[in-house]
C-alpha cells in the first residue's frame, strides 16, 4: 500500500507559478512510476506528465511541455511537479498517482495503483 498527499495548490494569476508535492507512504517510493494528473470542471481527468522510478526519464502533456516540469526525491518519497507561466486552462484538481507496472511510467489512468487526494489549481485570468 502507498498512501499519497499532495500539497502546494492555489489560486494565482496567469503568468504565474506553483509548485505542487506529492509525499509518499508506505512501501519503497523508488520502485514506483509517478504521474500527475488533472481533473477540470465537465471534463475528463487528462495525463500531465510522468516520470519514472530512477527519475531519468519524464513525459508531458504537449499543452505543458515548457512550462511544467517533474521531479522526484526518492530519498524524501516525494514527487514535485513545477507549474511556471500558468495560464487559465490549466485550472483543475491536479492528482498525483503511483505505478508499480513496469516500463515507463503510463499516460492512462486505468494503470496506475494508488492515487492522492488531489489540490486545487486556479488560475485567474
Known amino acids: 500500500q502507498v498512501q499519497l498527499v499532495e500539497f502546494g495548490g492555489g489560486l494565482v494569476q496567469a503568468g504565474g507559478s506553483l509548485r505542487l508535492s506529492c509525499a509518499a507512504s508506505?512501501?519503497?517510493?523508488?520502485?514506483?512510476?509517478m504521474g500527475w494528473f488533472r481533473q477540470a470542471p465537465g471534463k475528463e481527468r487528462e495525463f500531465v506528465g510522468g516520470i519514472s522510478r530512477s527519475g531519468g526519464s519524464t513525459y508531458y502533456l504537449d499543452s505543458v511541455k515548457g512550462r511544467f516540469t517533474i521531479s522526484r526525491e526518492n530519498a524524501k518519497s516525494t514527487v514535485y511537479l513545477q507549474m511556471n507561466s500558468l495560464k487559465p486552462e490549466d485550472t483543475a484538481i491536479y492528482y498525483c498517482?503511483?505505478?508499480?507496472?513496469?516500463?515507463?511510467?503510463?499516460?492512462?489512468?486505468?494503470?496506475?495503483?494508488?492515487w492522492g487526494q488531489g489540490t486545487q489549481v486556479t488560475v485567474s485570468s
Open positions: 498517482a503511483a505505478s508499480n507496472r513496469v516500463g515507463l511510467p503510463a499516460v492512462s489512468g486505468g494503470l496506475y495503483d494508488y
Open positions: 508506505g512501501r519503497s517510493f523508488s520502485s514506483y512510476n
